[in-house]
């Protein structure tokens, strides 16, 4: 048998956040909308939409309706991604990613 090695890197480097966190404290309404976008989880994943979430959250009350839109296509985008059930600890990510395969064939019974 053997073993394997946990060594799954997140898409997102830390220094890219940083950049992405300085990016949301900048004067310019565009520049703090662009990186608000750049925060999706379906971007960064989890584990980097977590440690700006809260920022995010901020930014849904930000001045500029450009950044507001920004931030609420985010939450959105998170919401619907704990809604069609993947987890939000990354520590369970790759179980929970199996199984959500295969619910996906059993879900399709709505009414
Ligand atoms: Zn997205």
Wanted: hydrophobic share 35%; aromatic share 4%; net charge positive.
């Amino acid at each position: 048998m053997t073993k394997k090695k946990r060594s799954v890197k997140e898409k997102t480097p830390a220094d890219d956040l940083d950049r992405i966190l300085a990016g949301l404290q900048a004067p310019e309404e565009t520049i703090r909308a662009k990186a608000v976008s750049q925060i999706c989880p379906c971007r960064m994943g989890w584990e980097g939409y977590q440690q700006a979430m809260e920022v995010v959250a901020a930014l849904q009350k930000d001045p500029s309706p450009l950044v507001r839109g920004a931030a609420r296509h985010v939450v959105l985008e998170s919401f619907q991604m704990v809604s069609s059930g993947l987890p939000t600890s990354p520590r369970t990510q790759h179980n929970e990613m199996a199984a959500r395969k295969r619910r996906f064939r059993w879900g399709d019974n709505d009414r």
